[in-house]
T-cell receptor
Framework: SQQGEEDPQALSIQEGENATMNCSYK?????LQWYRQNSGRGLVHLIL?????REKHSGRLRVTLDTSKKSSSLLITASRAADTASYFC???????????FGTGTRLTVIP | DTAVSQTPKYLVTQMGNDKSIKCEQN?????MYWYKQDSKKFLKIMFS???????INETVPNRFSPKSPDKAHLNLHINSLELGDSAVYFC?????????FGNGTRLTVT
């Protein structure tokens, strides 16, 4: 399968704590992206990291990419109740004109 | 002023019926997609159109037929609906990446 895998499948933390989600994939990529999905809504793009980048920041988000291990992590710092959602990694794989999504991490931030 | 809009939001129908889902994007993007999200939240590409031309057609039953009348629209028609077609269908658009998604159509086949 070209689909990535994320862990954990579910994560529950207290407001103010940091949340870390991991993504592993199987093929060569051009870039890796993270999306958020609130319940009953579509996916919203959060951040894109190119294959030649190792770390990227956007506000409270920090993404790392290790192409040798074919893995990425998303760190959300100082979490808020509004961060409660499912988070998906997606890979733009070399030679494909499509995004392949991971299995998602369901994050719950308890106020 | 919604960027990617799809209708209807909910669709409940019986097995054997034919139904359509419509999608429109006002972002001027070149490429539009249909994704299927199953009950386990797996998202899988179904079709992709670039400037009205089909460029991706994954292993999807022939009962599913996309139609792109123009660059801003990509509709999905489903014939002879089956129980296994129940899922949430997402339309997306982009010129390259990232993609912009609609809010989904929850299809329930009874």
């Amino acid at each position: 399968s070209q689909q990535g895998e994320e862990d954990p499948q579910a994560l529950s933390i207290q407001e103010g704590e940091n949340a870390t989600m991991n993504c592993s994939y199987k093929t060569s990529i051009n870039n890796l992206q993270w999306y958020r999905q609130n319940s009953g809504r579509g996916l919203v793009h959060l951040i894109l990291i190119r294959s030649n980048e190792r770390e990227k920041h956007s506000g409270r988000l920090r993404v790392t990419l290790d192409t040798s291990k074919k893995s990425s992590s998303l760190l959300i710092t100082a979490s808020r109740a509004a961060d409660t959602a499912s988070y998906f990694c997606a890979t733009d794989q070399t030679g494909a004109n499509n995004l392949f999504f991971g299995t998602g991490t369901r994050l719950t931030v308890i106020p | 002023d919604t960027a990617v809009s799809q209708t209807p939001k909910y669709l409940v129908t019986q097995m054997g019926n034919d139904k359509s889902i419509k999608c429109e994007q006002n972002l001027g993007h070149d490429t539009m997609y249909w994704y299927k999200q199953d009950s386990k939240k797996f998202l899988k590409i179904m079709f992709s159109y670039n400037n009205k031309e089909l460029i991706i057609n994954e292993t999807v039953p022939n009962r599913f037929s996309p139609k792109s009348p123009d660059k801003a629209h990509l509709n999905l028609h489903i014939n002879s609906l089956e129980l296994g077609d129940s899922a949430v269908y997402f339309c997306a658009s982009g010129t390259g990446f990232p993609l912009h998604f609609g809010n989904g159509t929850r299809l329930t086949v009874t």
